[in-house]
């Protein structure tokens, strides 16, 4: 499965502001082939303005006057939806709806279909739909913006094809040079006696009263295991504390 055998079909969407908004979201996912079925207006500068560095998506986007025409040559067509309807049809989860669709042979065409703003898709285009997904949003307050709906499904969907084509979705970290080793027992154990030291001579520790300071101060490198530049700054930093702390 590749990236340009998915087409993003928009129909009868209203806001020009949002196809700009759904060009962008699918370019920043790696699909660049944009449907417009009966747009309210097309070209725009709103458009042109929300899409950003997605422009040309715009410039070679398809128009259509029909549903029918966008979808002609695909082989699967995925609608989406905010909810089941009173027909029920097979509904998804993007997951596994997007598992599905890279799972499809390279040379098969898909569509993603997304409906008005406000009445969502027609009946009539939901039934040339093969299946339905919804993205399971907050019941009481379901239906995204139409280009978010196009963020998620888009989204999901390179993650599956990257995942499909044996690809990580990121590319591997950059080697960093490796920390420095441990500090053995001998150089906390110096560490410690140093902070002790510190600790009396600044007056922050009664020798009369220690109580379990440097048992909890122990017990925190242990915790830590800290390496053998820590215990070098630290002993640096505790060194010029007390020359600092010396009359002059
Ligand atoms: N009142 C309409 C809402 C349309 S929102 C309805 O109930 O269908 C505009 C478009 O955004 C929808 O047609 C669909 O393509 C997409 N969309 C919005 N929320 C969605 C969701 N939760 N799941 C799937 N698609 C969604």
Known sequence: ???????????????????????????????????????AAF??????????????????????????QAIADCHLIIGTSTRARRIPWPLQDPRTCCQQIAAEPPQRQVALVFGNEQHGLTNHELHRCHQ????P????YASLNLSAAVQVLTYELRLQILAQQNKPPLPP???HPPDDPPATSQAVENLLQHLERAMLG???LDPAAPRQT??????MFSRIRPDEREVQILR??????????KPR
């Open 132 to 135: 339905h997904v919804a993205i």
């Open 137 to 140: 949003a907050n019941p009481a």
């Open 214 to 219: 440097m048992t909890r101060m122990r017990r």
């Open 1 to 39: 499965m590749n990236f340009e055998q998915v087409r993003i079909v928009l129909v009868n969407t209203a806001q020009p502001g949002n196809i700009g908004g759904a060009a962008r979201a699918m370019l920043n996912m790696g699909f660049t082939r944009l449907y417009l079925v009966n747009p």
């Open 173 to 175: 970290a950059p080697e």
């Open 43 to 68: 070209p725009t500068d709103r458009a042109t303005w929300r899409a950003a560095g997605a422009g040309q998506l715009l410039e070679t986007a398809t128009v259509c006057d029909h549903f029918d």
């Open 202 to 204: 600044s007056g922050f």
């Open 236 to 245: 640096g930093f505790l060194a010029s504390t007390e020359k600092s702390a």
